[in-house]
Each structure stands twice: as C-alpha cells, then as structure tokens.
C-alpha cells in the first residue's frame, strides 16, 4: 500500500541518521547503509581512522629520530631546502580545497560539478609528485645525495614515504572517480578518501616545517 511503502522509507531514512545524496556509481553500489556485503559503512571510516593512527605512530617515529640525531650528532650537516617545496605545499593545501568542494557538489547531487573538482584535486596530487621528483633532482644538483649526510638522509627518507603514503591517496580518489565501487556506497567512499588526503596535506605541512626548521 502506498501508505505503508512511504512509512517504510522513512523508517530507512531515520535510520541511517538521514538522507544520503545521490549515488553516481551505477550498479555496482547499491547504497544501502550496509553495502552490498553486510558491513556497516562506519567500519571502513573505523579503519581508516586506526590505519590513520599507525601511519602518523610511523612519522613521528621518524621525526623523533630526526631531531635526535640532529641534537647529538656533531656532523649534522645542514642543506639547501629545494624552493619547489614551497609550491608543493601551496598546491597540496589548494588540493584539500578542492576535494571540499568536489564534496559539496555531491552533497547537492551534481554529478558533473563533483567529477571535475575530483579530478582537479587528482591532478593537483600528480603535480605534487612530480614537484617531490624535482625536489630530490635540485638536492642531487647542490650535492646531497642519499648517504651524503645523516640530514639529507633523512630528507629523502621522510619525502620518500609520506610520497608513497599520498600515491595510495591517488590510487583511492582514481577508484572513487571511475564510480566502480563493491564493498562502500559512494557516501562512504567519498567521506574516507577525503579524510585521508586531508590528513596526507596536514601530514606534509608538519614534515615541511620539521625539515624546514631542522635542518
């Protein structure tokens, strides 16, 4: 009956704590609050946060490491910061602009204004990558190279892995654009690469002053 079919939708709607935008997956997402395989779409936020929590165990790690080996090392050589640094970190901080945009064209349901600001935000991960690669062809060019020096081993290192940390960052937002999704609605799926990359940007932003002023 249609009285008890409307009745039935909101039951669904006050469940899942609201409405969900539209999804622009096609028929590989079905939307529902579970997913397709059952689980409930917080869990994969949950283990985004605890993933979050070991990678940032890792970095601090590493800056610990830095800045004792900088304060008990009397061959702490200091070296040139790449200039390109500077205009990978504005690109990396307009890129979680980007995908807050992108992500209040989906809360809308424009499908087409979404996509082009997912994309931009893709293309500005790329580009800050490639400035990565520059960035090591202007250490090796001043003379520092990966063994030269405890600090510029510690450059490479930490640029290295956070640049391999923002390529799985990549990967994610291509996947998330072609729509093809089994496991996460597309809600979902936007919500945890967003969270991901702007913890990659804040991420960056620390490295950058740690080396920046440790050096």
Partial sequence: MPHT???E???IIEAG???TPPSFAGGDDDGSPGGRFGLPQRVYVTGMAIGMGAILMFFMA???AFIVRKGVGSDWQAFPMPRILWLNTLILLASSLTIVRARQFFARGDREGFRHWWSVTTILGLLFLAGQLIAWR???ISGFYLATNASSSFFYVLT???GLHLLG???ALLYVGRGKLRRLTFATATEVTAVYWHFMDGLWVFLFLLLLLGR
């Fill in 9 to 11: 939708e909101l039951e």
């Fill in 17 to 19: 704590g609201g409405g």
């Fill in 169 to 171: 960052g990549i990967v």
């Fill in 160 to 162: 290295a892995a956070h």
């Fill in 62 to 64: 590493f800056a610990s």
């Fill in 138 to 140: 202007q250490m090796v």
């Fill in 5 to 7: 079919s409307t009745t």
